[in-house]
């Protein structure tokens, strides 16, 4: 079994990316598999808590552990949230995956996410934590899948035909598209965040990148914009 870890900041697509990955058919999709470990050490009262830390294994090590037993498919695409990961965790773990980044501008992530949450941190959104695991990859001498959520809906087959190539496995047309509806591999929480990817049958059309960022949360983006600098030019 090949492991694919894909870190993403929310507000980016992961869910519907995570749908497209497990259309293939060789592959088992694992949703946030940290989520309740993230939830314990920070105890954030997010909706369906005591479902969420009930349904995984809420410390870190012991959820990586899991991770590592699972799989009988040939690939296993892990959606990870990059806001799960702390500055301190051992990211050790990746170099038994091939791993993917799935980015969004800073400005656009924000400008959506303060929608549904007040004054959002840079850590929120994940971008300190994408830049750490750039620079794991890199002091170890391999780079990861750099991939613009934009790219995919204005080009899903070309850009995914190269998030796979850079994965290694090979591309698939039956990525493209999926059966509407809930699927066992949703985590928990899916009732509470998943109803536009419920009624999806795949990638919706490009959407307008510009956002209007409240002026109170302009420092959030500019402290955002390093990580995206050095992610954004690495772009599949």
């Known amino acids: 079994m090949k492991r694919i870890a894909m870190i993403s900041g929310p507000r980016n697509l992961s869910t519907a990316l995570m749908r497209s990955f497990e259309a293939r058919g060789d592959c088992a999709v694992v949703d946030e598999p940290l989520y309740a470990a993230y939830l314990a050490r920070t105890g954030l009262d997010h909706p369906g808590r005591e479902a969420i830390l009930a349904s995984q294994p809420t410390d870190?090590?012991?959820?990586?552990?899991?991770?590592?037993?699972?799989?009988?498919?040939?690939?296993?695409?892990?959606k990870h949230m990059a806001h799960h990961l702390h500055p301190d965790d051992n990211l050790d773990w990746l170099d038994d995956c091939a791993v993917g980044l799935l980015i969004r501008h800073p400005a656009a992530v924000i400008a959506s996410y303060a929608r549904v949450r007040e004054?959002?941190?840079?850590?929120?959104?994940?971008?300190?934590?994408?830049?750490?695991v750039?620079?794991?990859?890199?002091?170890?001498g391999r780079e990861p899948v750099v991939v613009h959520a934009a790219r995919i809906?204005?080009?899903?087959?070309?850009?995914?035909?190269?998030?796979?190539?850079?994965?290694?496995?090979?591309?698939?047309?039956?990525?493209?598209?999926w059966p509407p509806g809930p699927r066992d591999s949703d985590g928990v929480w899916a009732?509470?965040?998943?109803?536009?990817?419920e009624e999806s049958t795949g990638f919706g059309p490009p959407r307008s990148e510009h956002a209007e960022v409240p002026p109170e949360l302009e420092d959030v983006v500019d402290a955002c914009m390093p990580a995206w600098r050095a992610l954004a030019p690495l772009a599949v």
């Open 60 to 78: 870190y090590d012991d959820a990586l552990a899991a991770l590592a037993e699972r799989g009988a498919s040939r690939f296993q695409y892990e």
């Open 153 to 177: 809906l204005e080009d899903p087959v070309t850009t995914l035909s190269r998030v796979c190539e850079g994965l290694g496995m090979p591309w698939t047309e039956a990525m493209l598209s």
């Open 134 to 140: 750039l620079e794991h990859m890199r002091a170890r």
């Open 119 to 132: 004054a959002p941190t840079a850590e929120d959104v994940g971008f300190p934590q994408q830049l750490a």
């Open 191 to 197: 009732p509470h965040w998943y109803a536009s990817v």
